[in-house]
């Protein structure tokens, strides 16, 4: 058989889990992930290899009407990450009722390769579930129906079987050791922001950013500042919290994680600051790094 190669764009609607499903996929984590809507910003790019393929996924953010500048960035990347595709893996939450919307949503993309994810099975039985793949079995422009767990990784070489059905034939795009197109510093700020998407509640967490301000390799310590951005003073005293907690809560969580990214002991010091409506700002926008980066 020849050598497979290609481009997979990861598209579907906020949630359903399409980061947690790149991860899985390349065994590493390049996109962060949590349980509320519009946590990924930007188009990540993870590379899965192995003997006789090399897949190249595109993880998008989730699709949603633009409210500001921010939304109007996020919903550019995923069109251009669904131009030039080989396949569209289409994420669907199976563990959630199946509305009509969704089928619309479905039906729109008929000029492309689109293979239908089915994710969060974990959650249901096969009772539950059976009854909702049938009404995907009438859509003529699904080329395949997948059932997984993302979350635990349940199905997905059969995914990937199937993926490289659908791929040409070509080269490597990527060196082998080279899993996502983002510096670890990207990561480093990304999990940051993702604990304080964790323990940050209401309008708080989706006004924040995070940008690194030191990142020093010592021989046996990583030092690494970073500023986390909020658009209110009000939001900065809930993000600090009594007595400094949540931000040690947050800066906890986030060390233990990048800890495993540098792959050794870290120093991480954080600080909160506010920049007013950042999220309406183009330059705020680019200099905290939501550029636009076409492959
Ligand atoms: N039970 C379960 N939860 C999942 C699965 N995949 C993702 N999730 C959860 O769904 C939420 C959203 O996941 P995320 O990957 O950020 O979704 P995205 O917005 O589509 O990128 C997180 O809380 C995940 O832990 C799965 O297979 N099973
Ligand atoms: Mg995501």
Redesign the pocket.
Known sequence: MSFKSGFVAIL?E???????LINTLIKEKVAI???K?Q??RDKIIGVYNDNDSQIVFIDTP?MHTSKNKLDEFMSKSIDSAKRGVDVILL?IDGSRKITSKDIEIIKAYDKQKVILVV??I??STFEDLYPKLEQFNDLKNIVDIVPL????GDNIQVLIDIIKKYLPSGVKYFDSDVYTDKSVRYIVKEIVREKALWYLQDEVPHGIAVEIVEFTEGENLTTIAADIICEKQSHKSIIIGKDGGMLKKIGMAAREDIEKVVEGKVMLKLFVKVREDWRDNNKYIKDLGYEQNDL
Request: charged share 20%.
């Open positions: 579907g906020p949630n359903v889990g399409k980061s947690t992930v949590s349980p809507p946590t990924t989730g994420v994710n969060k974990d959650l767990s993302a979350k635990r």
